[in-house]
């Protein structure tokens, strides 16, 4: 799958997500073979106004490749010099956000509040296609409720306006993140364009990846929530979409390098207090998913480490954690082989 002259490595997409796949996320998931990872939503005039979290919220220039900077807003004016502002900054990619449902987002008019007026919706991805030379992508959801689900319609104008990829979250605005994400209409929007197609909800396994994609018909899958905690999913379900083979989840003794990188990552790129308090939910994800395979030990280090407030304590936790649990499938390989 291409979008403009990038080819991308697979296609499977890990998904923006405000406060999450900031840059030590993306750049763990990208190291782990991420077929392309967006940064979080930025709002446009800030960026330009720019604000210091905003702007460290959109770097990684020359990091990750291709770059993918996540605009959002409400007026052409700014969205075009947000867009410019990102290109400038090393923005490979700009991805276009009418999705984001949270109300302070909406009510500013902004996110999925733009699938409710198309013709407005569309003047701010032309202003934006025509203040850069990057390509420009769109993330939506099917529609604003279910009597307006315009997603399709929405592509086609985009495509028309020069929008070189769309990404459907199969939720309406007025669900949330409730109910389940239908992925069988992703199939209309699919049917109304000829740009590449990313289908996107609650995909939590390969068989959801392989499910959305045959009932989507679409050209990729992005992954949010579902890597949480394990940002190797992503490879996982690329090898199984390409061979129906299962990858194995890096071995303990890997898992235990990617955590504790990851957390240096977030130490470096915030500062100490920072980057400690928001590396926090990563560790906590990171053991859950660890606690399937040892519940006791994953659940007591957890409770652990939320409260320990000395970055190299923390350090020193994990890195006990995961040599004990690389041990301990050591020791289960040998008394198997035994
Ligand atoms: C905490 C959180 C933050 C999100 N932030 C963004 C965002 O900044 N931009 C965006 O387009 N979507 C955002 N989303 C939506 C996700 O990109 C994705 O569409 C949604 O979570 C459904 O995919 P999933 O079921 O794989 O998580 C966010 C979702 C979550 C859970």
């Keep these: ?152 319609e929405l592509a086609r104008r985009a495509e028309a306006a020069g929008v070189q990829m769309v990404t459907v979250h199969g939720r309406t605005r007025c669900q949330f993140y409730k109910g389940r994400a239908d992925w069988d209409f992703i199939a209309r929007v699919k049917d109304a364009v000829s ?32 890597a949480q905690g394990r940002p190797w999913f992503l490879t996982q379900v690329a090898h199984y979409l390409k061979t129906g083979e299962r990858l194995a989840p890096p071995s303990w003794a890997e898992q235990g390098r990617i955590v504790s990188a990851h957390y240096r990552d977030m130490l470096s790129h915030y500062g100490n207090e920072l980057g400690a308090r928001m590396a926090r939910k990563h560790l906590v994800w990171y053991l859950e998913e660890a606690s399937r395979f040892f519940p006791d030990d994953a659940m007591a280090v957890k409770s652990e480490v939320v409260r320990m407030r000395e970055p190299l304590a923390v350090l020193a936790a994990i890195d006990h954690f995961y040599e004990r649990a690389a041990n301990a499938s050591v020791d289960a390989e040998t008394s198997e082989a035994a």
């Design 1 to 152: 799958m291409s979008i403009g002259s990038h080819t991308l490595a697979s296609p499977v997409l890990l998904a923006p997500m405000a406060g999450i796949t900031d840059l030590p996320f993306r750049r763990c998931a990208h190291n782990l073979g991420a077929g392309l990872v967006v940064s979080e939503m930025v709002a446009s005039d800030e960026l330009v106004r720019a604000r210091p979290d905003v702007v460290r919220r959109a770097a990684g220039a020359g990091e990750v490749d291709p770059l993918v900077i996540q605009i959002a807003g409400r007026e052409a004016y700014w969205m075009a010099e947000g867009a410019r502002l990102a290109e400038a900054s090393g923005a490979d990619i700009i991805d276009i956000n009418m999705g984001c449902p949270a109300k302070a987002v909406t009510t500013g008019l902004s996110g999925s509040a733009l699938m409710r007026n198309l013709d407005h919706a569309l003047s701010l991805i032309e202003a934006t296609v025509g203040a850069v030379s990057v390509p420009v992508t769109l993330k939506m959801r099917t529609g604003w409720d279910d009597e307006t689900r315009n997603a399709p």
């Design 195 to 226: 740009i590449p197609v990313v289908a996107n909800g609650d995909v939590l396994s390969c068989e959801d990846a392989e499910q959305i994609l045959a009932r989507s018909n679409a050209d990729g899958v992005m992954i949010g929530r579902g």
